[in-house]
């Protein structure tokens, strides 16, 4: 699986932004897709996830109700609509893919063994 990550860019706070993601491949659906983020300094943390099964979503509780994930399964495309950004969420966004119909974790980077090349989001105060 390729994933190709875009959207990213400088933004001022409260401001909005929509990443996306596109995979390669015929099984797209059968994927658990996450966003990951990084910041400067710091380890790599969990922003979201989108279950291959019955989509239930998951969220880290420093974005939840500020930023929604989402996919197109049609498009083989992941999104992370982010609203309300703050400078705390400046970080170099990464998607990631599981392995088809896994039922393991979707919190920790281990478990995907797909990502993206990354795509910086910048939010000025």
């Known amino acids: 699986v390729q994933l190709q990550a875009s959207g990213g860019g400088l933004v001022q706070a409260g401001e909005s932004l929509r990443l996306s993601c596109a995979a390669s491949g015929r099984t797209f659906s059968s994927y658990t897709m996450g966003w990951f983020r990084q910041a400067p300094g710091k380890e790599r943390e969990f922003v979201a996830a989108?279950?291959?099964?019955?989509?239930?979503?998951y969220y880290a509780d420093s974005v939840k109700g500020r930023f929604t994930i989402s996919r197109d399964n049609a498009k083989n495309t992941v999104y992370l609509q982010m609203n309300s950004l703050k400078p705390e969420d400046t970080a170099v966004y990464y998607c990631?893919?599981?392995?088809?119909?896994?039922?393991?974790?979707?919190?920790?980077?281990?478990?995907?063994?797909?990502w993206g090349q990354g795509t910086q989001v910048t939010v000025s105060s």
């Open positions: 989108i279950m291959w099964s019955g989509g239930s979503t």
């Open positions: 990631a893919a599981q392995i088809p119909y896994y039922r393991g974790s979707y919190y920790y980077s281990g478990e995907y063994p797909y």
